[in-house]
Each structure stands twice: as structure tokens, then as C-alpha cells.
Nanobody, 120 residues
Framework: QVQLVESGGGSVQPGGSLRLSCAASGFTFRRAGMSWYRQAPGKERELVAAITSSGGETNYADSMKGRFTISRDNAKSMAYLQMNSLKPEDTAVYYC?????????????WGQGTQVTVSS
């Protein structure tokens, strides 16, 4: 059974930091590209950051560059999102996503999300 379990969300003041974690199980983690998405109330889900299966390449949405860092630990089947200099507009539910191809099939999994609230 595939599971992605996010943790680390919470409430923080503007300028603060949070580190989100995503614990993966039920699939071969080292084969999957991992991503973080977020969805704010009334808005569509958007990509925050992505990292390749090896961890060798990362990609960020423009508004997160320089503030957020995605990383992974394949030995622990964990993905992380370090968020610094948080702004009120970063308030959203953050989701972990795993995606990989195996033969002709593509697999795409989502966690349940973790709430991040940035407010003074």
C-alpha cells in the first residue's frame, strides 16, 4: 500500500521558517521524482518544487526560488521542503507528490496534505 505522509506544517509569523517532511512507503522511492505542491483557499493547486529521483536536479516555482529548498534522502525514503522567509501568501495546504514510470505505466501518488499558515 502506497503512502505519502506529510508533517511539519503549522503556524508561523512572516519571515519565519518551517521544514516539511514527506515519509514515503509502499513503492521504490529511489525511482520516483518527488514534488511539493500547494493549494490556497479558492486557488488551484500549484507546483512549489520538484526533485529528480537521484536528487541531482531540482526545480522551483519562481516565487519560491531563493526561499525554499527541496531535498530527499533515498536511504530513508524521505522528501523535505525547507521554507524560509515565509510570507502570508505562502499560506496553503502543502502536498507531497511522487511520480514514476515503470514500463508502460505511470504512477502518481499524493499525500493528504499539511497546513501551513503564515500570519502575524
Amino acid at each position: 500500500q502506497v503512502q505519502l505522509v506529510e508533517s511539519g506544517g503549522g503556524s508561523v509569523q512572516p519571515g519565519g521558517s518551517l521544514r516539511l517532511s514527506c515519509a514515503a512507503s509502499g513503492f521504490t522511492f529511489r525511482r520516483a521524482g518527488m514534488s511539493w505542491y500547494r493549494q490556497a483557499p479558492g486557488k488551484e493547486r500549484e507546483l512549489v518544487a520538484a526533485i529528480t529521483s537521484s536528487g541531482g536536479e531540482t526545480n522551483y516555482a519562481d516565487s519560491m526560488k531563493g526561499r525554499f529548498t527541496i531535498s530527499r534522502d533515498n536511504a530513508k525514503s524521505m522528501a523535505y521542503l525547507q521554507m524560509n522567509s515565509l510570507k502570508p501568501e505562502d499560506t496553503a495546504v502543502y502536498y507531497c507528490n511522487a511520480n514514476y514510470e515503470l514500463g508502460p505505466n505511470e504512477y502518481d501518488y499524493w499525500g493528504q496534505g499539511t497546513q501551513v499558515t503564515v500570519s502575524s
